[in-house]
């Protein structure tokens, strides 16, 4: 007999797998992918254990964006360049394609992040905010922070929005495509904050660049939901996180904002306390 899902079997489902996901807060669900331009490598985890694949262009490759099973890399700056590899979600990869060339003076990006349409990064010395190609091309200025400083970023489905670190003061600020401030809060972890990434269950991840091989694992409210050490893990500059397939990240995602619906109801609408010197 055949079985009809209905719109709310559907939600029940979809927010089954968010919990699901949400209560495995010991390493990131996805795999974690880092550039570690220092030791010219990716490091990657997942399941708890860590991969490392050799930099096709040692020392010159920072953002880092995830499109299917192949992770993109791009240039950190001018006439750097990055590469494709493949094998994702594996912890590790195989270059399949050279090129990602940053041939834009004018750009100094350490991080990078995907909507699945879009690649964007944001300048470390200016603040801006680069929307590229897929292919980390054709750069485009969305808009502004106004300060240096950010080496970490990351797409947050959940809203359309991008999640930014700030190296210098620890801050992450949560704002949306076209600038407007969404939010934040401080994680104190001044001059080690790189590698920003969302996990599938809309928590973030980014990594101590002190040389202790330590991830830190944050809620989106704050509240700091643990630290994970991998021996050997290199001094992070891009990070990001392979997520679902798009069939089960959008049922993934209508879950989730049911959650958070319901939390907003339960406890009305949390608005961050605002930034140090914003």
Known sequence: MMKIQTPAIRFVAGAALALSLAAAQA????????????????????????????????????????????????????????????????????????????????VYVTDGTSDGQWNY?????????????????????????????FEGITYDPSNQSLWLGNFSSGDLVNVALDGSPLGGFSTGLELTLTALAMDRDGTLWLADAD??????????????????????????????????EPATLALWLAGWAGIRLSRRARLGFFQPPPLSGR
């Not at 292919?135 to 400083?149: A, D, I, M, R, Y």
């Open 27 to 106: 390493s990131p669900s996805g795999t974690y992918y880092m550039t570690i331009p220092g030791a010219a490598r990716i490091d990657a985890v997942g399941g708890g254990v860590l991969g490392s694949t050799a930099m096709a262009h040692p020392g010159e490759e920072g953002p880092v964006a995830v499109w299917g099973q192949t992770l993109r890399t791009a240039g950190i700056k001018e006439n750097a360049s990055g590469a494709e590899y493949a094998g994702v979600p594996g912890v590790t990869l195989a270059a399949t394609a050279a090129g990602y060339l940053n041939g834009d003076s004018s």
């Open 121 to 149: 990064a944001v300048d470390f010395f200016s603040g801006a905010v680069y929307r590229f190609d897929s292919q980390w091309g054709s750069p485009t200025v969305l808009f502004s922070l106004g300060t240096g400083g």
């Open 211 to 244: 040389g202790s091989g330590d991830i830190e694992h944050y809620a989106t409210s704050g509240n700091h939901l643990g630290t994970e050490h991998y021996d050997g893990l290199g001094d992070a500059l891009g990070g990001e996180i392979a997520l679902p």
